[in-house]
């Protein structure tokens, strides 16, 4: 056994950490177990277990002996051990072929051998072994940064199981990447990336350290490393790049990034150059945008787009997911300002309203002790939605979602001018009648805790006065034209006018009717001014098959078919020439996400697949006698 495979180590508890079964009698602690654990913890080498035991008899008992802690994701408990571990290896992103399983139970070993095939497995006999082996380790982790970035990605874990969907989880986890030019000062630990990456190195070249510096003196090679921080921590620096003549002779990404896009986040701000995959990778990169989850962090140097120009264009694209994933097919530009729909990091609440007419006002209303008191009264806002770049920065173009305006309830500070918008009008918060269901998560409540106290207190302070209507927001549209810079182009997002006949929603009944009443008021206007453009959907959104979910949400032919169009008016109105993304992988990304699903339920033998195969095969009188 090749104990320098080591990445992780699984221990049995009963008869193999310590000695005797702790639900029966009491235990007798191994002291040179105790000390291996830390040892290894010293060395970069992380401990997990998978026992049979009640977990809270267990975890009481490795908290008594101050252990508990260097432990990551404990499997405790009383179902079999096979898929458990073939589970934890999993979860932590990492290869059975790098795991040592240790278990007084031959049979539990060759279960687990039969799950993981690649597993490491070894009876208690073996710890003497590793004993001697982990003291001679170099302890080149004494501050426990590999504990701790596994920590974060057990408590992400958990996090994570309160997401229905990934994408949502990712969104709220408000991911941020900085790539850093100034690799030197970092030249061990990019070189300890490039040594020990495996499931996330695209070309597997392993290089001395020697070689690396020389490298990274070499001026015709453009190299960067990549670090990760997000609500959860700071994953430190997880990837690296060697970019020569447009082809990347390293691109590699640490375990630890596995699921958050990282890896296409850099290759698309590289924009796409040849990259030649040696061997297998668990996550493949393609010519498309960026996941949009993921923020920029703070750079040195900003990786450089070859489709910029050198014009000094600026453009602001704010508003929710009909935006946000339409510029998902458009390459990226350092002449892009997002205002999206994020998470607030400390509340956890998702902020979806920045684009609402009343809170774009309010940049322009507001005193900064005004916005102070709104975001500490009001939970569902967050201070710096209050301080968007509308009016502070000279935009070329801007584009503005309106779908919002047709369904946010807006609230009125008593005895003030200060206006904000929340949720569905058809269910104000001021109305008790509808405080359980927002308290339940039965009505839509953006991801804020409310308690009945809370609702009785806004109720209080604050009276709620309808929706927008069409004059106000033909109001709204002439004052900000008014104050932005005289050659700013508005280009606004409108709704669709036809029912979704599938809608389950009671809050978006009448929506389309709405949408139709704000349009017919903005094409009216905007006919009186060369400086409003309008995205109609009524012209992309076809069919009841081009919605996913509501009237509000589309399929990715109409997000592809909005980012055309906003293509279009930026490439009309500027000395810019964005291009998108071809339509190709669009296909290609339904097309494995269709056969990725369907293949988990056809290609079993007692799926109804094969049994209708079998079913046509007995009846041509085939079968076998």
Known sequence: MDFNKIKLIIWDLDNTFWSGTISETDIKVIDQNTELIKLLTDAGVINSICSKNTFEIASDKLKELDILDYFVFPSI????????????????????ENVLFIDDEITNLEEAKHYSPELMVGKPDIINDLYSYASMLEKKDVAHTRLNQYKLLEQKNIEQKKFDNNEDFLFAS????????????????????????NQLNYTKKRISYDELLLLLDNKNVQCGYVSVNDKFGDYGIVGFYALIDNKLEHFLFSCRTIGLGIEQYVYSGLNCPVLEVTGEVVSSVEKKAAPIWINKGTVENKIINTESTDNDHLILVKGPCDLSKSMTYIRNSDEFVYEFTYVNEQKGNSIAAHNHSAHIKGLLDYTEDDK???????????????????????????????????????YRKKGTDLYLAFGSFMSPLTDKNNWEDY???????????????YLETFSDAYEFIGKTSPEDYIQFLERILDRLDSKTVL???????????????YDFKERHISHKE???????????????????????????????????????????EISIKISEIINSYTSSKVKGYSFFYIYLDMFLSVFKSASKYIFKLDSPFFKFLYRVYKKTGRTRK
């Open 77 to 96: 408990d009383w179902t079999p051990k096979g898929q458990r571990i073939k589970s934890q290896i999993k979860t932590m992103a990492l290869r059975a």
């Open 174 to 197: 408000n991911i941020k990447v900085a790539i850093h030019t100034n690799c030197k000062p970092e030249a061990e630990r990019i070189h300890d990336l490039l040594l020990r990456s």
């Open 372 to 410: 102070d008191k709104i975001a500490e009264e009001c939970i569902f806002i967050d201070r710096a939605m209050l301080d968007g770049s509308m009016f502070t920065q000279k935009y070329d173009i801007i584009f503005l979602s309106t779908l919002i305006e047709s369904n946010f309830g807006i």
């Open 439 to 453: 308290i339940n998560g039965v009505l839509f409540n953006s991801g804020n805790v409310f308690t009945k106290e």
């Open 491 to 505: 280009c606004l997002i409108l709704g669709v006018e036809f029912p979704y006949e599938k809608n389950m929603k």
């Open 518 to 560: 704000l349009n017919n008021k903005i094409r009216i206007f905007a006919g009186t001014t060369d400086r409003i453009k309008l995205i109609d959907l009524n012209d992309i959104v076809k069919s009841h098959s081009d919605f996913a979910g509501d009237i509000n949400h589309y399929t990715s032919r109409i997000y592809y």
